[in-house]
């Protein structure tokens, strides 16, 4: 139900070099679901890791963590958060359903720091006999051996048996964990952050787009793609070049699993061609008929009141 995530930073490699370690464990087992090295604890780096333990492990009811300006807006140091002002961590986990808890109490923050102070005891030195020097090797030695022989030590069982986990509904998380601003096309079908500039390329829809709001989305692997309500409109690498459409499998890379990119036509349809046979077969006493009627078989004499 609860999940802790928060970041140290040490020198974790033994040597001059600073690095933040990100955690998320489980309040009621203190089992580890994610930890890793990185240059720096920041909205992309919190985003992978909380993607990460979805992906794994399912959706969970809360994340409980410091109120870093990554996770929270405050208005005055030390005051309590803005809830109705959503960080871009907080914007993805509300599109998940999932409701975010500041720690404000000493003894959250004192859990917090005494689990860090094991980490910081412990984990140098596994990397210094491990002949660990470099972040890569670091979080590939987390993964496939420090987190299952810490969780196998130290993980204990809920009070409660079954699990809150649910599977996420939702398909799109390379869409839902990305950094997400508004921007209105520009006159020359450009948009643009700051010294950063996007051209947009005409789209089968409209020639172009000027005037009107698309949404940027800088996804985590540095990629970036342009969205125009349901049409993904461009995408872009890491230096603003377009990406080419890749085939891999028949379908085309460059557009999201589960999008619908199918134009819808809005012209007439062309008519069901129903065979004469067809028509007898499912209407035997009240037979379809197509230009003037056919000719009875045997005449029958009408009288005048008939007639």
Known sequence: MLLHIYGSKHRWLNDDRWYDLIVILDDATSEIYYAQLVEEESTRTVMAALREAIQTKGLFCAPYSDRGSHFFVTVKEGERVDKNRLTQVGRALKELGIQMIAAYSPQARGRSERSFGTWQGRLPQELRLAGITTIEAANGFLRERYIPQFNAQFSVAAAEKGTAFRRPSRSDLNWIFTVQTERVVAKDNTVAIGSRHWQIEKTRFRHTLAGSTVTIHEH????????????????????????????????????????????????????????????????????????????????????????
């Open 220 to 307: 985590l692997d540095d990629t970036v793609s342009i969205r125009y309500g349901p049409h993904v409109v461009g995408r872009y690498d890491h230096q603003g070049e377009p990406l080419a459409k890749r085939q891999h499998g028949g379908k085309d890379e460059s557009m999201e699993a589960g999008e619908n990119q199918k134009a819808v036509s809005t012209g007439s349809h062309t008519p069901l061609e129903i065979s004469q046979k067809a028509r007898d077969s499912h209407f035997p006493t009240a037979p379809m008929t197509t230009g003037a009627p056919t000719k009875p078989k045997t005449k029958t004499p009408q009288t005048k009141e008939a007639a």
